[in-house]
Every structure is written in structure tokens, then in C-alpha cells.
């Protein structure tokens, strides 16, 4: 389904990016989403939101749990 009229953006686009870690911004620039009009932002945002990872790219461990015969990590 097209979301940005303007860019000829797609959900599948907007989707596949938010799961590789984008941000909306980032999503902005690289696409042009909701740069135009406008009328798009909603439903572009809804699908970033519903697609982007719960969790950060890199997990860092909680102190405590390193492997043996590594330093903790400092906070």
C-alpha cells in the first residue's frame, strides 16, 4: 500500500527500514516521507511505530553477569 503519495513511499519500505533500526528522521531524509504535504505523516509514523524493534540493536549485559575473566563494566 502506498503511505507517501508525494514519494511513491510504500508500507513495505517504511516497515523494512523501521526494522532495521531507523528512525523516523532517518526515514525522513532517506525517503522523503511526510516532507511534502504532509498528509501521509500519521500513517507513516503508525507503520514505523508498529514495525521498529522493541528492544536496541546492541544490548549491553547488566554488571554481574559478564563471562569469567572479564571486568565488569562500568556504568
Excluded at 2 to 15: G, L, S, T
Excluded at 39 to 51: D, G, N, Y
Excluded at 60 to 71: F, I, M, V
Amino acid at each position: 500500500m502506498i503511505v507517501c503519495v508525494c514519494r511513491r513511499v510504500n508500507d513495505k519500505a517504511i516497515a523494512q527500514a523501521a526494522r532495521c533500526g531507523a528512525s523516523f528522521d532517518d526515514i525522513q531524509i532517506d525517503m522523503g516521507v511526510a516532507t511534502q504535504c504532509g498528509q501521509c505523516e500519521s500513517s507513516a509514523r503508525a507503520v514505523w511505530a508498529q514495525c521498529r524493534p522493541l528492544q536496541p540493536l546492541a544490548l549491553l549485559q547488566k554488571q554481574g553477569t559478564e563471562p569469567a575473566g572479564r571486568a565488569p563494566a562500568l556504568v
